[in-house]
């Protein structure tokens, strides 16, 4: 299970990586009001930079834009084998995140505390209700 990509611009940068990095996936933080470039976050200037201003640089994507967050309400999501040795697992629904295209993404926290999406799920369980 992995946590959905979103972010506040509703774009993301693709990179292929070269000899001394690999690829990757960057969110974009802004545009450039000269140019209309994407930036984002260049770690080791500590500043933003156009997208172009790398080498390998290949295209934008959408992401997700959050727009509401809201609780879990008891539903749980349910994998028939993502749990120990290929055993079902069953999280409880800490929240459901509604993207501005309208979509409810099922964020759930596992034993230790990590938070991922359920896009996963095989099934959801209602409240009140028990797997059929």
Do not use: C, K
């Amino acid at each position: 299970m992995q946590l959905r990509y979103f972010n506040q611009t509703g774009w993301t940068a693709i990179f292929n990586g070269t000899e001394t990095e690999i690829g990757r996936m960057v969110r974009v933080e802004g545009w450039d009001p000269a140019t209309g470039t994407a930036l984002v976050v260049d770690p080791q200037r500590g500043a933003l930079r156009q997208v172009t201003d790398y080498v390998d640089f290949s295209h934008l994507e959408r992401a997700d834009q959050v727009v509401a967050a809201i609780p879990g309400g008891g539903w749980r999501a349910h994998w028939t084998d993502e749990g120990p040795g290929g055993s079902p697992l069953t999280e409880q629904v800490l929240a459901w995140l509604i993207t501005s295209q309208g979509r409810a993404t099922a964020i759930t926290v596992d034993a230790e505390g990590h938070v991922e999406d359920a896009d996963s799920a095989d099934a959801f369980i209602p409240p009140g209700e028990e797997l059929q």
